[in-house]
């Protein structure tokens, strides 16, 4: 009885209204007035204080203060930075293009070298599709056509589970530095392994798309990309992927970086080369040095 007097003291004692006014000191009028209890003034503070946090929050995180916070690390200013990292060293490159092709031109002007002595400095040649000079005759469409039509229902004409040494593939070269670790199936070694000397980007040999993107212990993060030709490329080691599974790639194009300096030190880019199902050796289709 005494517990139950006492709650039911307290519990009034929080009802109990008070009366607050302000009073002309000359007049003694009262000028204004509230009445309020404690439970009331309690429900008033907590719902202060949730509008003030859901107030600040929404400041925070639609606006650039965000960006202030320490310790804030904001996605896409991530891949924004990543983005324009790529774009200034693709630019840089082309610098280096267009300064050695200026030099030559002024060589050749000067008559200090020959034109047939200047070879090319690109990995890869790029001709535009629409090049008149590329354009089939009459008689060569009518040849390659009489042709498709022979060979169509020739079974002898398909390809076999492997590539033959007559077949021509061009493959871009994936990373720029030395292959340390060959080719050997019987040991195992299903690849070649790319001493890199500081950060790269590591590029797609061909067009194709994403089939695998993940996080392997042994080999770190890892990416496989099905390519147009009937290969499948593997790319391990990597530090950062800038593809995911389905993405379609270009010739070329930046698939990830490796960096030596991240926390396993690794300074190596292990490549694998898969033809409809069957491992081949990437030196024979890649020119890596």
Known sequence: MQKKKNKHGLWKRLRFKYHISATNENTLEEIWGARFSIFSGIVAVLIFAFVLIGLTA????????????????????????????????????????????????????????????????????????????LGKTDREQAFVQKYEDEEKYNLSALSSSSPSSGEAFIFFKPVRGAVHRGFDAVKGDLGVGITIQKKENVSSIFDGTVIYDGYDLNSEYVIQIQHNNGFVSVYKNNTILLKKTGDKVKTGEAISIIDIDSETKNNSLYMELWYRGNAVDPEEFITFN
């Open 58 to 133: 929404t400041i925070i995180i639609a606006t650039p203060i965000r960006y202030y916070l320490p310790g804030y690390l904001d996605a896409e200013v991530r891949g924004e930075a990543l983005r324009a990292a790529l774009r200034i060293d693709s630019l840089e490159q082309e610098m280096k293009y267009q300064d050695l092709y200026i030099s030559n031109i002024r060589d050749i002007l000067s008559g200090n070298i020959s034109i047939d002595s200047i070879g090319d400095f690109s990995d890869t040649i790029r001709i535009a599709a629409n090049d008149p000079m």
